[in-house]
């Protein structure tokens, strides 16, 4: 089955305490990218990145890293959570081609304490 | 920059009634034009896509017509069942971008 894959779908973590979050996906797709899910605030980009080794800044990439060594995983590194990244977290891929949307994965819930 | 803007919710609705959710968009050139579905506790799924002006995307029977003369992409469903209450969200690519813009989402509740 194509999909987008994130793991965990629950975290909670305590300020400072560096953690990953894995995102696979099945599909051979280029892009990827990186949202954050807040309520009043709608979905963000944080990352993305057009191929591998080739990654970009989003619109709120402060506090996150992220990484692609190879074509399917795009992990996202938190090296110091605060708790103002307390957020549902959503990684995403689409091949190339602006008329493919986007498949998300099922979502990392985070709390950062 | 690009924007998308969906009318505000909550929206509540009875089984079978009609449901319309307006998208107006600001974006240079000609984006793709998406909605996307969010059940509860549930990743964002993609409902339907447009990809130039006048296509009319559709499935589950919900449609949309991508409109550029007033820069719309409105959602509807003609009978709309308790298992359509979910979040809906309007977004667009540009030709030259990677971001999917979203709207801020509406929420939709069908009751019985």
């Known amino acids: 089955e194509a999909q987008v894959t994130q793991n965990p779908r629950y975290l909670i973590t305590v300020t400072g305490k560096k953690l990953t979050v894995t995102c696979s996906q099945n599909?051979?797709?280029?892009?990827m990218s990186w949202y954050r899910q807040d309520p009043g605030l709608g979905l963000r980009q944080i990352y993305y990145?057009?191929?591998?080794?080739?990654?970009d800044k989003g619109d709120v990439p402060e506090g996150y890293k992220v990484s692609r060594k190879e074509k399917r995983n795009f992990p996202l590194i938190l090296e110091s959570p605060s708790p103002n990244q307390t957020s549902l977290y959503f990684c995403?891929?689409?091949?190339?081609?602006?008329?493919?949307?986007?498949?998300f994965g099922s979502g990392t819930r985070l709390t950062v304490v | 920059g690009d924007s998308v803007t969906q009318m505000e919710g909550p929206v509540t609705l009875s089984e079978e009634a009609c449901l319309t959710i307006?998208?107006?968009?600001?974006?240079?050139?000609?984006?793709?034009l998406f909605w996307y579905v969010q059940y509860p506790g549930e990743g964002l799924q993609l409902l339907l896509k447009?990809?130039?002006?006048?296509d009319k995307g559709s499935n589950k029977g919900f449609e949309a017509t991508y409109r550029k003369e007033t820069t719309s992409f409105h959602l509807e469903k003609g009978s709309v069942q308790v298992s359509d209450s979910a979040v809906y969200f309007c977004?667009?690519?540009?030709?030259?971008?990677?971001?999917?813009?979203f709207g801020a989402g509406t929420t939709v509740t069908v009751r019985a």
């Open positions: 990145s057009m191929n591998v080794e080739v990654t």
């Open positions: 977004a667009l690519i540009r030709s030259n971008d990677y971001k999917l813009s």
């Open positions: 307006n998208c107006t968009y600001t974006a240079t050139g000609y984006p793709s």
């Open positions: 995403a891929s689409r091949p190339t081609g602006y008329n493919y949307g986007y498949t």
């Open positions: 599909m051979n797709h280029e892009y």
């Open positions: 447009a990809t130039k002006a006048d």
